[in-house]
């Protein structure tokens, strides 16, 4: 019998995030590549979780002033330098310019609580409340310069219970999440 492929361990992974960093650890914690990790404001996925890493913060601004075009030409030229294979998004809160995807196309995931396509955008978890549905979930995907689009890599439902609230259901998403998010990104990995 053939032994299954393992997952290549030779390739460049940048990590992106912005929050708690809760899904990094995961990544970290699942022994991943991960050759950097890039954050674009001072959040605890920098200061906590990334610290004992290889990590950069390319610091964006808020206000109307910010330059998304400069910022993510910023983005690209440091995932260039640093030789970057796949870049994982994981929690990464700014919105890139489509210089991204042409840099990087077919190698950038993300990941997303919601089973897509429903409830894309920022607040997925408030969405389905709201719409009232029974089951939601989680999905990773390829991402493109359309917000929350891109072939779908994986999916994993998550019940919605009656006493949830949106905390209560993300934080069980996030928990599908931590689980998917690794399995995905090794398999993934194997077609690069
Ligand atoms: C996750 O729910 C993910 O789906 C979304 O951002 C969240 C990141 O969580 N894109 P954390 O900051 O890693 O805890």
Same mark, same amino acid.
């Given at each position: 019998?053939? %032994? ?22 995961? !990544? ?20 906590? &979780? ?24 910023? !983005?690209?030229? @440091? ?36 089973? !897509?396509? @429903? ?5 997925? &978890? ?11 979930? #989680? ?13 779908? !890599? ?10 949830? #609230?949106?905390? #209560? ?9 931590? &689980?998917?998010?690794? %399995? ?6 194997? #077609?690069?």
């Amino acid at each position: 019998m053939d %032994k299954p492929m393992e997952t290549p361990m030779d390739k460049r992974i940048a990590v992106l995030a912005s929050g708690t960093g809760t899904l990094l650890q995961a !990544l970290i914690d699942d022994g991943l590549p991960i050759a950097k990790v890039y954050t674009d404001r001072l959040c605890p996925a920098y200061t906590d &979780v990334a610290k004992d890493l290889p990590r950069s913060l390319v610091q964006r601004t808020f206000g109307k002033d910010f330059d998304r075009e400069l910022y993510t030409g910023q !983005l690209v030229e @440091a995932l260039r330098e640093n030789r970057i294979d796949l870049v994982v998004m994981a929690g990464f809160m700014t919105v890139l310019s489509p210089a991204m995807f042409h840099a990087f196309g077919g190698r950038i995931t993300n990941i997303h609580p919601s089973l !897509l396509p @429903a409830f894309k955008g920022a607040h997925a &978890v408030r969405d389905a409340l709201a719409a009232g549905v029974a089951v939601t979930g #989680t999905t990773v995907h390829i991402a493109t310069e359309l917000l929350d689009d891109g072939r779908i !890599l994986a999916q994993m439902p998550v019940p919605v219970l009656p006493s949830d #609230t949106e905390e #209560t259901l993300h934080e069980r998403i996030k928990q599908a999440e931590r &689980v998917l998010y690794p %399995k995905a990104i090794r398999t993934l990995l194997k #077609t690069l």
